[in-house]
């Protein structure tokens, strides 16, 4: 690193020493805890400053869903390993095909588990990753990097803007300092780490909180939520398994067997037991009610009720009345 490389890192905010915790190496384990819970009570306060343009970034995450693109996070270290687990948690929470949320992390799959020194400067890598991953322009790609510097991620996101496709930055460093060409930059300013240059603790719990956003709302416009419920979540374990009958349950009123038929009867999809239910409709009026309304389980709904009102059918689902 050059004098004057270390002089930038040693100017960003991440990289300063928090007035707060000069004394950390003193302190007791209750104080260090106390401390750590103190400035970490200060991370949602700053997310809530970036909200207006984080709703434009879930903006542009529909609307790359919607014409068939993709999110794509590209990050390092921490920041990488949240855009890997935010991307993971999405098919089983919303029912996505594994393709619609991606992680990208400098290193490769390595570096999930293990620190790759040096991959975060690849710029190169960078590129060839995006390509390897079929990048076209229908793509969000979404930077991750706590400093805003990361070459690996400033690499990848100047790359996608060069083919056309939208791109969104979330650091921890003051918008002020913010100078990269970007569509929307998120910037929640979370302060110096409680321990120097430690940003998998603010930062990366800033970061979290702001994924965790994007993708819940973004999920929630594109129908896969019913009041706050995951109605389409895949039933792949136990746990999953029970929770689909509770949510059915909770939806519709009914007893444990009766959501436990109507989730058979629609090949354990929530949202059609649940319009099988509502609607008093056997399962593929469920679904062609649910085709309809673009997978929206309100609309399917006040698709069912506008047509009964008018005398329309209403195809019967014995094992499905309320009770």
Known sequence: MTEEHSAALANLLTEQRNPASRNLDTLSREEILRLINAQDKLVPLAVECEIPYIVRAVGLAVDAFRAGGRLIYVGAGTSGRLG????????????????????????????????????????????RDLQEAGLSPLDLVCGLAASRRTPFVVSAVRYARSIGAKTVYITTNPRSEFDLDVDVAICPDVGPEVLMGSTRMKSGTAQKLVLNMITTAAMIEL?????????????????????????????????????DVALRQADGHVKTAIVMLLANVDPDGARELLRHSDGFVR?????????????????????????
Do not use: H, W
């Not at 999953?240 to 519709?252: D, F, K, P, W």
């Not at 609309?299 to 009770?323: K, V």
């Open 84 to 127: 890997i687990l935010d991307a993971s948690e999405c098919p089983p929470t919303f029912g996505t095909d594994p393709a619609m949320v991606v992680g990208i992390i400098a290193g490769g799959k390595a570096a999930v588990f293990k620190s790759q020194e040096g991959a975060e400067d690849n710029k190169e890598q960078a590129v």
């Open 223 to 259: 129908g896969k939520v019913y009041e706050n419920m995951m109605v389409d979540l895949q039933p792949t374990n136990i746990k999953l398994v029970e929770r689909s009958r509770r949510t059915v349950m909770i939806a519709t009123g009914v007893r444990y067997e009766i959501a």
């Open 299 to 323: 609309r399917a709904l006040s698709i069912y009720l506008a047509g009964s009102q008018q005398g329309g059918d209403r195809p019967a689902n014995p094992e499905g009345s309320r009770d």
